[in-house]
């Protein structure tokens, strides 16, 4: 057999090896490594760099051998080609290639015209063959077809009539500001730092006003079950009478029951019905005309009665209004905490409700157990955050 090295380097002779029988089936095999001689010191011939050839017949040959760091690569791979019918070997070098996996996931699809074609043979089938409602589906089905072209040459006129109106729409920081302000509870201060600095008692009962409270008689009062009869007489408030009682035992503090007393009035008022309120006293006659006159201007208004003419209405609004009047009093004379569930008694209201109403007022409202008694305190605190409003009804 001959061997040849293709192609011939100048510098680099080939190395010719030669090959074991019989070494199919054959899961490792010894093979053998061949470099060229260098020629002797004394012939004068220039040494050329050592190749090295490894020969085997399996498919994977590995070499293993010590090299430098520096060095160049040890070891380069030969492709030996047997020509059988000229009985020669080719030996040629074959660089190192390296191959990187991609695989692609098989997309599952349906040709767009087929699926046009089939649509179309059915409707034909459908519109020949069809039931009646079969019929009109396909007809339905046509009226509402999109035409893509009519949407392009339309897009440019959605857009500038889109543009156009999302400049009328409120900011966020608006409608967050018109809510504040349509909030049914007294003025307030939003940048207050202090819960003093919230509400002002003046907005909801003024220094003239408590003026006109007369209270001597209260004072002069020395058994408690006359005290409570002589208040229920106005209204029954369980929170009101522990008030001015404890006051009583304590300085007399004629100013701080005055506004006790005006804060029955205000219960007083919530129960008042039409009739009374179409004859102007929904409080007792010894109360003053400008409380009378002050509550029912803010508290009341005047509603169309078909033929009748005009009267006077409390709605529901105005009532939650109101009661929002008297919890907030409630906080400013307390010390800027109230008792939930004993003013949802005096209000006839669930203590949840009287809750909801506190938050509305800005107050953080804590739940505290004791055994299975649950009781809730509302407490204003800064800065003031209110909820927020939204709309439609919960999920």
């Not at 009962?205 to 409270?213: D, H, N, P, R, Y």
């Not at 408030?237 to 005055?258: M, Y």
């Not at 219960?267 to 009378?292: C, D, E, W």
């Not at 800027?336 to 509305?360: I, N």
Request: aromatic content about 6%.
């Amino acid at each position: 057999m001959k061997f040849e090295a293709a192609p011939k380097p100048p510098t680099h002779p080939p190395i010719c090896a030669s090959f074991s029988d019989d070494l199919n089936g054959l899961k490792s095999a010894s093979f053998q490594s061949f470099t060229s001689i260098a020629p002797p010191a004394s012939s004068g011939l220039v040494a050329t760099t050592t190749n090295r050839i490894v020969v085997a017949g399996l498919d994977r040959v590995e070499l293993r051998a010590d090299t430098r760091e520096a060095a160049a690569p040890l070891v380069r791979y030969v492709v030996g080609v047997v020509d059988k019918s000229s009985n020669t070997v080719k030996f040629c070098e074959a660089p190192q290639l390296r191959f990187k996996t991609v695989v692609k996931a098989r997309s599952q699809f349906k040709p767009t015209q087929i699926g046009i074609k089939n649509t179309l043979a059915r409707h034909i089938l459908g519109e020949t063959f069809g039931t009646i409602k079969r019929k009109k589906a396909i007809s339905a089905q046509e009226r509402n077809k999109v035409k893509v072209d009519s949407l392009v040459s339309a897009e440019q006129v959605l857009k500038n009539v889109i543009d156009d109106s999302e400049t009328l729409l409120p900011s966020l920081e608006s409608i967050k500001q018109e809510q504040d302000l349509s909030r049914l509870i007294p003025p307030f201060n939003i940048n207050a730092s202090t819960p003093a600095e919230v509400y002002k008692l003046e907005s909801i009962m003024t220094a003239a006003e408590l003026e006109t409270i007369n209270v001597d008689f209260i004072l002069e009062m020395k058994f408690k079950e006359d005290l409570k009869a002589e208040l229920e007489k106005v209204h029954p408030s369980s929170w009101v009478f522990t008030r001015i009682f404890e006051a009583l035992q304590t300085n007399q503090d004629k100013f701080k029951i005055r506004k006790y007393v005006y804060i029955l009035f205000m219960m007083k008022f919530l129960t008042a019905s039409p009739g009374v309120l179409r004859k102007g006293i929904p409080l007792p006659n010894y109360v003053a005309p400008q409380i009378t006159a002050a509550m029912m201007e803010k508290f009341t208004e005047q509603q169309q009665d078909g033929d009748r003419g005009v009267k006077t209405g409390f709605p529901d609004r105005l009532k939650d209004k109101l009661r929002s009047f008297i919890l907030c009093a409630c906080l400013l004379v307390d010390g800027y905490r109230l008792d939930v569930d004993t003013l949802a008694s005096d209000l006839k209201m669930s203590s949840v409700k009287v809750a909801t109403m506190c938050r509305e007022l800005g107050c953080a409202v804590d739940v505290s157990k004791k055994g299975s008694v649950e009781k809730k305190t509302a407490k204003l605190v800064v800065p003031l955050k209110f909820p927020v409003k939204t709309m439609g009804a919960k999920r």
